[in-house]
């Protein structure tokens, strides 16, 4: 190897790939340089149960949520009920979810408030499904952004059947119901 | 800020939602409460925080100490702690995303695909170890890589494979690049994340195939020295195509070599270039026919293997989902299966009609005819110029590393008894 500090073609070459090279890629970045996520629409979710299996943590970072201006607070809530159930009550037995995540509280009569443990709850969008069937449809799955390790090729989009995943400016990370859903059933 | 930016995108939305459900007509309509109830708010927490600029900080900091270890201090164990600390950091710590090697994707999906961005992170991810590899070798590869450090540490009895073997498979890494490619033209996916080996482990948790396989190709690695980064790796394609012009490199000897022949068998890679044998120094004429041979013959070469893609574009289409939910749904139709899977069910349920997904199929496969011929004649290039590249034998009297496929690790280092010129022993 030639020890000569002088700056020859090949290094003039090089310089210009590098430049080039960069500049290629920072044009790449274009306008939209801002992160994005993954996130549901759950308007188009489907209830399949896939965001459980699929997401690469376990529990899933999918989780439900209840949107309480469509909620209708019954006393009688098929997402929190087994159907059948002989009794209103808290027993593990007369619930729906698998999990025990979705917890009620006494409003007044007959009201009742519904409230989903994000730690128990895996995703599974049984009640969601009941809610979306028997009722107002309030319950929705979200991806949680702080507990989604946001991957580059996200696994459960690749698994959706109702393509309802996509990557979604990280400064709007939830989708919310536009409640067109309880008006087509 | 970010509270308040968030409490308003909360408030807009409840306020959106309501006027929503207002106009819908509820089966049971939210109640009138008697007693004093506020609505709780709905709880989004933003994304998690993440390292930002501090991940492309410390790649940058992790490159340069590998440049120092490879180039002034010499040192394979700096190498080895520095590939145990990458393991951990990007591997385990960060759980493999981003990594370098997926970024290419992410950034080919920008050129090819109007409308799809990248964040300037993930190009300072991808561009940042090709501009050390133009300058210094794949000290990238060496030690800062998760994938290659990981490796690196199970290579523990590696056994030499033969150079013509270790040839043939290399190519199998331009196909995976090409094919992943093909997968993000064509929006099949990110093919180099799907089939990341490694990601699995890092995270804990993944498809039991996919486990299995990251175990295997671990358990490989231990004999067969890096098997993913020879004959797989995508990226390291690129590194190889900048470090072969590389300005600095490793070099085994710090002081002329003196053709002991004691790092012949350091390098588990096939990576050194040994002093040429006396036999396959030929004729200059002959070589100069056989390139030009080469040459000649390399367009019908390349425009045979663009046939070939062509001809494959149906077996490859089937990487596409959507091509695969509209075999499924006229297999079904025919009645060659006789129960729906989940997607088809989902599809049947939807408002797409199915000539319509026949026909949006049918467009994808058109693609597939194009991006087909193009990875084609991209192997059929490759090809070429490997051949050409054998052909070219060039006199060499020393041993030095073979700067396009040398990982730089420094396996080499402890063998060579060549002192620092200069050196007081």
Redo the contacts between chains.
Sequence with gaps: ?SKTKKFDR??F??GT??LA??GA??G??????????WQLDPNKC?Q?G?CTTHC???PSSVKC?N????????DLCFGYLQPGSRARGTGAGDQLCPTAATKRAY??HP?Y?Y?ID?DLCIGCAKCVNACLV???ASFYL?N??????????CSIA?AC??DAWSEVP?????I?????K??TI | MMKT?LAI?VLG??L???T??G?????????D???P?G??D???????A?FGWWDTVILFGALSLATWFVFKSRSRRGLFLLSIFSVAFFGFYR?G??CPV??T???MA??FIPDV?????I?SF??LP??FS??FGRVFCASVCPLGAMQELVAIAPIRISPALERVLGLGKYLYLGLATLGVATGA??LI??YDPF??IW?M??SFNMLLAGGAILLLGVFVARPYCRFLCPYGVLLGWMSR?S?WHL?IPPSPCVSCRLCEDSCPYNAIDMPTPEHLVEDPETGKRRIRAYVFLSPAIILAGAFGGYMMHEPLSRLH?TVQLSERVAAEDLAIYQEEI??S???R??DQTTAELHAEALAIRGSFKKGGAWLGAFMALIICLKLIGLSIVKKRDIFTPHKETCFSCGRCYPYCPVEEAGATT
């Design positions: 190897m090949r290094d070459f090089r790939a590098a090279f960069t890629a920072w790449a970045v274009g306008e939209k340089t801002e992160g994005t996520v489907t399949c896939r690469v943590l376990n949520m949107q309480f201006n469509i909620c209708g607070y019954c409003i007044e009201y408030e409230l994000e028997f009722g107002n979200q949680r952004q702080d507990v989604c390790i946001n991957c580059n090729e690749k059947p109702s990280a400064s709007q990370p939830y919310y119901l536009t409640g067109d309880s008006t | 930016k995108l939305a409840v959106l939602s309501a929503g459900a106009a819908i007509e509820l089966k049971f309509p939210p109640p409460f008697q007693t109830y609505l709780p709905l709880y989004n927490p933003p994304p998690a993440g759980r995303c981003i997926g970024s994707q992410n950034v920008a050129t961005g990248v964040s300037a992170i190009v991808f561009v090709l501009l133009l300058f996916g990110f994340c799907r990601v699995g995270r948790g993944h012009f300005k070099d989902p989940l997607e069910e989902t599809f349920a939807g």
